[in-house]
């Protein structure tokens, strides 16, 4: 049941998520991590608000410093997982571009033999 379940969500991944090079759920995952970096910045700021302005309103609602504590830990978390998967993601995109790169430079170089079709000897 697992084996036909996964041939047919990939058959349904290949046919309608992608087009081309562009993959409509790496575009939301993407999105996702995007939006998790953006929110522990946001978790960060208020923090950083919440344990510097003089009146320390926090104290009112969270005396024991338990959601200070979830906050920072949160943000964190969502900063370096979130955030380690887009650098890793826009890494691997750099490092395949510039072999992309190489290659072309090396078939400009040997005026495109590199690439071209070789006939087959009949010896």
Partial sequence: MQVCFATLFD?????????????????IWSSVCVFQVAWSVCGLVWLVRALTEPDQDYLLYDPVKRL??????????????????????????????????EQQEEGEETGGEAFAMKPLSTE
Avoid: I, N
């Avoid at 058959?11 to 575009?27: V, Y």
């Avoid at 920072?72 to 993601?89: I, P, R």
């Fill in 11 to 27: 058959c349904f991944k290949r046919c309608c998520c992608e087009c081309g090079k562009f993959s409509l759920l790496g575009f």
């Fill in 68 to 101: 200070v504590v979830t906050v920072a830990a949160s943000a964190c978390l969502d900063f370096l997982v979130a955030g380690s998967e887009l650098f890793h993601k826009a890494r691997l995109h750099f490092v395949h571009r510039q072999a992309r790169g």
